[in-house]
Nanobody, 117 residues
Framework: VQLQASGGGLVQAGDSLRLSCAAS????????MGWFRQAPGKERKFVAS????????VYADSVKGRFTISRDNAKETVYLQMNSLKPEDTARYYC???????????WGQGTQVTVSS
């Protein structure tokens, strides 16, 4: 599975961005998919995940109410809508896929999000 993330950029605090992650190579329609982020000098942290059907989502406390994860299985794509962005959201965002939650086997190359104050 290859995962290609896109949609990052430089925005101001309070702005919105939508990240996309397109899968190729094999279908991910039966996979849990998620987003993690890593700020410079810090460990990679969980942001959000979505079940294979899209019916169940989980969020880190730091993004609850501001970020929304969704997926379009017909397009083999997962999205992360990020609203009310804060400078502390600045990080490289990685999408991931795996057979069950917490067992992520495939990772994309990431897309950079920078939020200025």
């Amino acid at each position: 599975v290859q995962l290609q993330a896109s949609g990052g950029g430089l925005v101001q605090a309070g702005d919105s961005l939508r990240l996309s992650c397109a899968a190729s190579g094999r279908t991910v329609t039966n996979y849990v998919m998620g987003w993690f982020r890593q700020a410079p000098g810090k460990e990679r942290k969980f942001v959000a995940s979505i079940s294979a059907s899209g019916g169940s989502t989980v969020y880190a406390d730091s993004v609850k109410g501001r970020f929304t994860i969704s997926r379009d299985n017909a397009k083999e794509t997962v999205y992360l809508q990020m609203n009310s962005l804060k400078p502390e959201d600045t990080a490289r965002y990685y999408c991931t896929a795996g057979p069950i939650s917490g067992r992520y086997e495939h990772w994309g190359q990431g897309t950079q999000v920078t939020v200025s104050s």
